[in-house]
T-cell receptor, first 114, second 111 residues
């Protein structure tokens, strides 16, 4: 138990569906992250929020839409996804965005796009 | 763009054997972390090294940061099945740079 929870753990969706991934951290951290983990690729940083403000968007397609209503919660809204978006989506949190703070990861959501 | 390589990408060994995995780059780093990701879980921090030449030990795991701070190694002595997982190096270039992750070494320890 890392203090970061993610729901759902598994998600199968069609290309026309709309779904959301949820992340919650109970660590009092100020920074939250979304990563995509695909086979044979390094962890890809998608979005970073620091004190609820988005500080980084790594050229992520608009079919992925993040939302950070407060420092404890992070969502990733999905719509019109493609099969190549199938991957493990990991949420992480850290004390803040800067420096080499330890990142605490959730268990991930395994997403399959049909 | 820094080039970060981890080797080997896959390693399957018998319980009790020793192994070393590597993290190499063309860039100099301020510090570097090693994470382990077990199947079905997210990565978990093992260690942070910050000084060139630094050696840190965590039970049977020995981490070394290269003198030039461009590379790092992780040595496991007498591997156990519980060591199975994906080992990720995550260097940090300093300042406002973000931490990046290598592709990882997938280790399988066979009982």
């Amino acid at each position: 138990e890392t203090g970061v929870t993610q729901t759902p753990r598994h998600l199968v969706m069609g290309m026309t569906n709309k779904k959301s991934l949820k992340c919650e951290q109970h660590l009092g951290h100020n920074a939250m992250y979304w990563y995509k983990q695909s086979a044979k690729k390094p962890l890809e940083l998608m979005f970073v929020y620091n004190f609820k403000e988005q500080t980084e968007n790594n050229s992520v397609p608009s079919r992925f839409s993040p939302e950070c209503p407060n420092s404890s919660h992070l969502f990733l809204h999905l719509h019109t996804l493609q099969p190549e978006d199938s991957a493990l989506y990991l949420c992480a949190s850290s004390q803040d965005r800067y420096g080499i703070n330890e990142q605490f990861f959730g268990p991930g959501t395994r997403l399959t796009v049909l | 763009t820094q080039l970060l390589e981890q080797s080997p990408q896959f390693l399957s060994i018998q319980e009790g054997e020793n192994l070393t995995v590597y993290c190499n780059s063309s860039s100099v780093f301020s510090s570097l972390q090693w994470y382990r990701q077990e199947p079905g879980e997210g990565p978990v921090l093992l260690v942070t090294v910050v000084t060139g030449g630094e050696v840190k030990k965590l039970k049977r795991l020995t981490f070394q940061f290269g003198d030039a701070r461009k590379d790092s190694s992780l040595h496991i002595t007498a591997a156990q099945p519980g060591d199975t997982g994906l080992y990720l190096c995550a260097p940090w270039g300093g300042g406002y740079q973000k931490v990046t992750f290598g592709i990882g070494t997938k280790l399988q320890v066979i009982p």
